[in-house]
């Protein structure tokens, strides 16, 4: 990356533009608190490339290079505010770091969140920017997030943003017990992101939210 990362942002990439993207996405149904803040104060200009800056809080998909997308800003809502809905989860897994935005929502809202990213290349810019943000409760994996991070496990919630084709098992094990995870679920084109809450023993319920488009959950692990 080049040079320093202007955080706070003018014109189109300023805190009237990210106020703004907040308002409007309450007006959609985005009524949690802590997530419209989060929101607020979290400068989504700084994860995608210089040339796409003003397109920054538009509610809208933009290319981060390596055929992936940082999410739109209301999915990225609707995630984090079906993951924190039911009270505030402590330990948070995201599958798919990407640009590194989601994360940063998160890591705003929650004690920690580890996240695992396959293309080693996004994940040190991501690094990078939450970094420059001293967003101090995120660390970081190189891996195939199909089989999330074990080491770490159990974790209250799991955010995966890749869809796999099915809800993969070894994330249903990580899950603590009363732990909730969200994810797209249907591979290529057009999926479903559903919620799957886990009880007190092993049994798991499972609804849909809404319909989506994600990339795909691609197995293995990459440079770039
Ligand atoms: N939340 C991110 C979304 C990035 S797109 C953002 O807003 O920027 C999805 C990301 O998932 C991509 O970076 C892609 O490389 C990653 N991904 C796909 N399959 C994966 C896997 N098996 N393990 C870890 N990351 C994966």
């Known amino acids: 990356m080049s040079g320093k990362l202007d955080i706070d942002g003018i014109g189109m990439t300023s805190q009237r533009a990210r106020n703004r993207l907040a308002d409007r996405l309450a007006k959609e149904g985005i009524h949690h608190a802590g997530v419209l803040d989060a ?5 989504r200009h700084i994860f995608i490339d210089e040339a796409l ?15 992936q997308t940082i999410s739109q800003p209301y999915i990225v809502a609707t995630m984090t505010q079906a993951l924190v809905a039911e009270g505030k989860p402590r330990r948070v897994l995201e599958v798919g770091t990407g640009s590194g935005y989601q994360t940063a929502v ?11 990213e396959r293309i080693a290349a996004l994940q040190k810019r991501a690094r990078e920017r939450l970094r420059a943000l001293r967003l101090r409760n995120v660390r970081f994996r190189h891996a195939d997030g199909g089989f999330g991070w074990p080491e770490q496990s159990p974790y209250d919630a799991i955010l995966v943003t890749a869809a796999p084709r099915f809800v993969p098992d ?9 732990g909730r995870m969200v994810l ?10 559903v919620i799957v809450e886990r009880g007190d023993a092993d049994e798991f319920s499972q609804r849909t939210l809404e319909f989506v488009r ?7 692990t990459a440079r770039e």
């Open 39 to 43: 929101l607020r104060t979290t400068p």
């Open 53 to 67: 800056a003003h397109r920054a809080y538009d509610d809208t998909p933009l290319p981060i290079g390596h055929g």
């Open 106 to 116: 998160l890591a705003a809202l929650v004690e920690q969140v580890y996240s695992v």
């Open 170 to 178: 070894e994330l249903k094990k990580q899950l603590a017990p009363g």
């Open 184 to 193: 797209p679920v249907g591979g290529e084109g057009v999926q479903e992101l």
């Open 214 to 220: 994600f990339v795909p959950l691609v197995s293995g």
